[in-house]
């Protein structure tokens, strides 16, 4: 309890640290630095990577005499298709992969979305496994405009993992933050 009477809870453990430490709490990830990797090659120059969500589906079971309640039991885990777009450019080798796997040439590859922080430190990173390519998006073309073109590439992939590693790295960074 606080002298004003008010119980504390966890949530005011860092508040309480910082105002009695000097400690000052760590500002939080900002998401305009990160790059993508894909089979061990960096890839530049993406824009946005959205898709980074996975959701449980939940089963319904009524049991028999019980009428105030349906249970739900969680199922299986539904990753959403990850989107990587970046700006236009004759090196970029997402349309090579995308038309492969039209004709038929199935090449699934993992790789990895990192998080860096503004001295390009990675701080955080998610695992995608399997991706395959199922939608291709090309640039919009406009004699009125001057807008730079992008494309865009949606993988389908069998499930995210944030490694224990990447979850350290974020801990530690924030609690450098911390003290720094």
């Not at 430490?21 to 090659?41: H, K, S």
């Not at 105030?68 to 199922?75: A, E, K």
């Not at 990895?112 to 399997?130: A, G, K, Y």
Request: hydrophobic letters at 45%; zero cysteines; glycine letters at 14%.
């Amino acid at each position: 309890m606080t002298s004003t009477g008010i119980p504390l809870g966890l949530s005011w453990a860092p508040a309480a640290v910082g105002n009695w430490t000097g400690l000052r709490l760590p500002d939080p990830f900002q998401t305009f630095n990160f790059a993508v990797e894909i089979e061990g090659l960096l890839l530049a120059g993406f824009n946005e990577v959205s898709g980074l969500e996975s959701q449980i589906e939940m089963e319904s079971y009524r049991e028999g005499g019980v009428n105030g309640f349906v249970h739900q039991l969680p199922g299986a885990a539904t990753p959403a298709h990850l989107v990587l777009r970046q700006g236009l450019s004759p090196l970029s080798g997402l349309w090579g992969w995308y038309d492969n796997t039209t004709r038929g040439v199935i090449q699934r590859r993992s790789g990895t979305i990192v998080l860096l922080d503004r001295r390009q430190i990675p701080v955080m990173w998610w695992n995608f496994r399997n991706a395959l390519p199922v939608r291709w998006t090309g640039p919009t073309f406009s004699a009125s405009g001057d807008d730079v073109g992008f494309e865009s590439l949606e993988l389908v992939h069998e499930g995210l993992t944030k490694p224990l590693l990447g979850q350290a790295a974020a801990l530690a960074h924030g609690v450098a933050g911390m003290v720094g």
